[in-house]
């Protein structure tokens, strides 16, 4: 017997491919399952609803909105968020488990997530440990940052701590995927860059995209993983390039 119920709470559209995964790695460990999808176009839903889980419909309107009003949802007050894409590991999954006997201590817990790019597991470029703030007491806090780099934000004073096991991230299907992403997730932060003053978006303009990429490639050992570590960080030094240069077009010009 539990002394503590947990609702697991994913974000989902067109996931298909992955969400049966999600899903059968958190059965054991919750009491419901929410799904809540943007009216995905493939069998998304139909596969989540037959694994269990509730699947509301609702808008997207930015990860950080989204995961907000997803968490409202849950019956729970203890809530584990996943993306559809991710995994809870065995022995993550047991690290919940021995939590729920006792009791959940903490407002907050953190675990790690390992990435993947294809079958490979990426620990270089600051990948991993990629620390998320992903089970926590839904009534203390609210999902933050800047999209699509959302995180749960807890005020300061709460305490937390970090669960054993890692999250399954199944984050690229190859590297051609990650170079893509990099400009797509410059593109969807550089509305939020427009507000900054033009002094600052010019001078991270300029100073962003090769600090980045130094430090994944140097400092964050992407060296030492050849020419998936060298891609990633040319992706990530995209991401700023493309998030600075267009948030700039978008203060001067309104589009």
Known sequence: MFKTKLSIVIITYNEEKLISKCIGSVRQIADEIIVVDSYSKDRTVEIAENLGATVIPHKFEGHIQQKNWAKDQSQYDFVLS?????VVSDELAQSILEVKQIGFNFPGYYVNRLNYIGNKPIKTNGWYP????????KNLGKWGGTNPHDKFLLPLGYSKTTLKGDLIHYSYVNL?????KGKQYGLL?????SKISTFSILAQMFSSPILRWFKSYFIRGGIINGWTGFVIAMAQSREAWVKYSRGLTIRLFGK
């Open 130 to 137: 990629d620390s998320k703030l992903r089970l926590w007491n």
């Open 82 to 86: 996943l993306d559809a894409d991710e």
């Open 189 to 193: 932060a550089a509305p939020y860059i």
């Open 176 to 180: 051609k995927e990650v170079w893509l």
